[in-house]
Structure formats: C-alpha cells, structure tokens
C-alpha cells in the first residue's frame, strides 16, 4: 500500500515539474519573441530616421566607442564611483547629468 502511495507522489510530483519546466520553457519563449519583436522595431525606427538623428546616433556610438576604450585604459574619472562593472551608457548618463 506505501509502494502504490509512493508512487502516487511521484507520480504528481513528476507531473508538477513538468508542467513548471513547461511554464519556464513558455516564459523564454516569450521573451525570445518580445526582444526579437524590439529588435525589429528599433530596426524600423533607425530605417525611418531623418539624417540628423542618424548623425546623432553615429555621435553616441563613438562617444560610447571612446568611453570603452578610457575604461579599457583605466584613464576614466572614477570620482564617481564607476569603474570597468559599469555599463558604459550609464556611464555616459552620469556624464550627461554632469555627475
């Protein structure tokens, strides 16, 4: 009788972690999709830009090319508590705020 009880729990027990890897398997699956849906908006944003904001796009990314290559360097104003952990765009955000 505790063999078939046993299992019985197993059993549903089995059952329960399937359908949670199931639900985590759905999840990525979504989020695979939202980001390459972003990706493809952001795509179609860049596509639709005027030639300014193309130029001011191409200034960020070299802003952002530069600031790696300070980091990378160690020749990066630490004063604010940044170091080589830091996302280089939040780095930049502190400099635009003037931190």
């Known amino acids: ?6 299992k ?32 493809a908006y952001t795509a179609l944003q860049i596509l639709d830009a005027t030639p300014r904001e193309i130029m001011d796009l ?4 070299r802003e952002v090319e530069q600031l790696q290559g300070e980091l990378k360097r160690g020749e990066f104003d630490n004063s604010g508590g940044l170091d080589q952990q830091t996302p280089v765009l939040l780095c930049l955000c502190g400099i635009s705020l003037g931190r």
């Open 8 to 39: 019985e729990e197993e059993q549903k027990s089995k059952k329960e972690e399937d359908l949670a890897n199931k639900d985590t398997r759905d999840q990525q699956e979504k989020n695979r999709k939202l980001i390459k849906h972003r990706s």
């Open 58 to 61: 191409e200034a960020s990314l």
């Open 1 to 6: 009788m505790n063999t078939k009880k046993h």
